[in-house]
């Protein structure tokens, strides 16, 4: 399956496929010139078999005119120092400006490869295998690139969309199940905001979290869903100027208020995005944005997945300095405007973004911790 973007007047295309690209197919796909470019593949300790299996390193590699880059894995290798570490390699490896960097891996590996490109030499050609739910669910699609830095998550970064996008459905075999219910959620977020969890609930019962080749087809489905809405919003918002992109953010403002409060190794990212889908449910409620049934089909949806969705997760006991330090969370995020917090909803069909008065937070607390005996 192949989904075609334009981010910003940038070309993105997306290959939903079965198996790793090759070498030859990712030049082909670029429409890179016969004599190809030198070529920099940046992935990490755990995301190297499949650099080689699509010919970089491993005794496949193209050694005239390509390098491999392996840096280590997980959120902490997100910082200037491997963005240092990639920009030597590729110099080291003669890229010049018409160089391509392919990065290949999880968001983290993504994010970093993309920003490096986008830094080097003012720009290199720039390609992505992503290996990881969320990673193909949200993060190499379009076109946001950054690491950490001062301990702030994406503090620096650019726009700078994929030419292309590889997407192979075999390599999530490999994924530890922390990594899959990471995913998972943002693959049912993007469910809700297209108004087709309804199917996702048809199919759920034969999906467990896990993929094997009789499985790979109803994941190709969910994934096509959640690239297309991706797509289509960044579309219209590429720099993130408007109001769209925030519907992006369902969950993620109570999850990263969760996250901010117990720590962030506590968590996944996507079980604390699902929790907070669960809270912007009874909040919109609350608010009479929500249908109830609708709130209840998604919370039982989350449920069968086995994400905590009870106000009151049991890493936030109820205890008044948490409620403080919650809210205080909530008040710093940034889609807030004039002093309003404000929230994604589910609403009868997809969900909308939601300003809400100082008189009206009682009741976000409330979602969060529950009603007091
Ligand atoms: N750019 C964006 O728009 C965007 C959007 C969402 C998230 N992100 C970023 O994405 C990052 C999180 O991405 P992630 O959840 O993919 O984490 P990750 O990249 O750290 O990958 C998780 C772990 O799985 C390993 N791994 C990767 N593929 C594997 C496979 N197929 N089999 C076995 N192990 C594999 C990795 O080596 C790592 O240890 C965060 O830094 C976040 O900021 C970016």
Known sequence: ?????????????????RDTPTVAGI????????????????????TKTFAEAAGFGGGRMIAENSALCVLEPGETAKNWASVETVLRAAHNAGLGRDGLFVGIGGGVITDIAAFAASIYMRGTHLALISTTLLGMADAAVGGKTGIDLFGIK???????????????????????PAQWKSGMAEIIKAAILSDDEKDFWNSKTAFPMRADDTLLPQLEKMLVAAVRLKGRIVESDPLETGAERALLNLGHTFGHALEACVGLSKLTHGEAVAWGIARACELGVMLGITPAERARAII???DSFGYNTAAGHPALPRAENNQVSFMKALSADKKNKDGKMRFV??????AVLVS????????VCRSAFGAWE
């Not at 994406?154 to 530890?176: C, D, E, H, K, Q």
């Not at 909803?345 to 997809?350: H, T, V």
């Open 1 to 17: 399956m192949r989904l075609d973007f334009i981010f910003n007047g940038i070309p993105s295309c997306v290959f939903i496929q």
């Open 27 to 46: 030049m082909g796909a670029l429409e890179l010139p016969a004599a190809p470019p030198r070529v920099l593949a940046i992935c990490d300790t755990n």
């Open 154 to 176: 994406n503090f620096a970064g650019t726009f700078y969309p994929a030419r292309a996008i590889w997407m192979p459905l075999s390599t999530v075999s490999t994924l530890p």
């Open 300 to 302: 039982a949806l989350l």
């Open 345 to 350: 909803i589910p609403s009868q069909k997809g």
């Open 356 to 363: 809400l008065m100082p008189e009206q937070h009682p009741l």
